[in-house]
């Protein structure tokens, strides 16, 4: 048995109200950047022209937690939106809807308690924080994806279909990912004076971002790609649908709404 199905056993069997209470508690993590940072956005704020009124430590508290729900709302629309990804290339049984984002649920807290952990290196160095909170959000995006990638494809995803699913979503978050950091790049060159320091922290996220791309590629692109094709030879699966080929949904369904 593989690291990976190992792996996937142990997280099959953590209640599901867990992955829940993970990923809430991660994603209010998260946004204690918010308090942390808040007494410069506030200054920033007395400098504008705009006469605003607000209560500094109320409007802090509310902001922490608006990001929250915020940051819980958006993992919860993308855990569904892989769903409905990959259930669309009959590449998971949709009777398996609960375990497969439960699993995913897991792995985005991870990647958010680490983010969140992270944002108290603004206390330390606001620099330090600023010039790698992009870089740690790239790599971890990277590592632990991939990681929850390969465990999944270890043990629910259909043989036949794992480098289709993979594939796919390889190309749309590189290519995501490269765009936005090329426009912010071209945003950073053209005024003046021109932020040398965030420049080069842009050029060395597309770095970050070009080597995650080759090393995912010769890792696990082409070696899935032959997985896949030699699992193309064996017996067909048939997978269950009581959806008639179409996707439960309900992203919010497990909270009872």
Do not use: H
Not at 108 to 122: D, H, L, R, S, T
Not at 212 to 220: E, H, I, S, T
Not at 244 to 257: A, K, L, Q, T, V
């Amino acid at each position: 048995m593989s690291i990976y199905s190992k792996v996937y056993q142990k997280l099959s069997k953590v209640p599901e109200t867990v992955s829940y209470a993970l990923i809430i508690v991660s994603s209010f993590l998260v946004a204690i950047g918010m308090v942390l940072q808040f007494d410069e956005a506030a200054f920033l704020l007395e400098e504008t022209p705009i006469d605003i009124q607000f209560n500094p430590d109320v409007f802090k508290w509310i902001s922490w937690v608006f990001g929250g729900f915020m940051n819980w709302g958006v993992m919860e629309l993308i855990i569904g939106f892989v769903f409905s990804y990959v259930y669309k290339y009959r590449a998971i049984d949709s009777q398996r809807k609960a375990e497969f984002k439960s699993v995913i649920r897991i792995f985005c807290a991870v990647k958010q308690f680490i983010m969140g952990a992270y944002e108290f290196v603004f206390l330390a160095s606001p620099e330090a924080y600023f010039y790698g909170v992009n870089i740690l959000g790239i790599v971890t995006n990277v590592v632990i994806f991939t990681f929850a990638y390969l465990v999944l494809k270890s043990s629910i995803l259909n043989k036949k279909k794992i480098f289709t699913i993979y594939s796919k979503l390889y190309k749309f978050y590189f290519i995501i990912a490269t765009v936005f950091n090329a426009l912010e790049l071209i945003g950073l060159v053209t005024v003046s004076p021109i932020p040398v320091m965030d420049v080069v922290m842009t050029v060395v996220c597309l770095a970050v971002i070009g080597l995650g791309a080759l090393g995912c590629y010769f890792l696990v692109y082409k070696k899935v790609k032959i997985e896949e094709e030699e699992n193309k030879k064996e017996p067909e699966i048939i997978f269950v649908d009581n959806n008639n080929g179409n996707p439960p949904p309900e992203i919010f369904s497990g909270y009872g709404f």
